[in-house]
């Protein structure tokens, strides 16, 4: 059994192809991916069954990533990582994700390899 095999990642991205394709990639990990498509879906996923890890869109309809990334850290799980995955890359963006609380920050596009790179380095240190 890998590190991977059953760990719960939430995925929440407005996009479905890139919503897919980190299913997808994640999935054949070993990980149980939960994709939702909006920050309210990830919200209330990640209220319903924590997940070891969450990967956020930082744009989003109704709740952004950095919306959603706020409410994990002011819940009773605050400390589950989060990795934001987001087209804004100024470095004030970045910044930005990390004063709010993210665990890491990939920028789009971005390498599918070099993602689970991030999500196994971000599970093995979280443990």
Known sequence: ????????????????DIRDL??????????????VADGVAAWEAFQTERPALVVLDVMMPGLSGFDVLRKIRDS???????????????????DTGFAVGATDYVIKPFSPRELLHRVNGILARSQ
Request: net charge negative; hydrophobic share 40%.
């Open 1 to 16: 059994m890998t590190q991977a095999e059953g760990t719960r990642v939430l995925v929440a991205d407005d996009d479905p």
């Open 22 to 35: 980190v299913e997808f990639k994640l999935s054949q990990a070993g990980y149980a991916v939960q994709s």
């Open 76 to 94: 009773e799980w605050p400390t589950v990582p989060v990795l934001l995955l987001s087209a804004k890359s100024r470095d004030s963006d970045v």
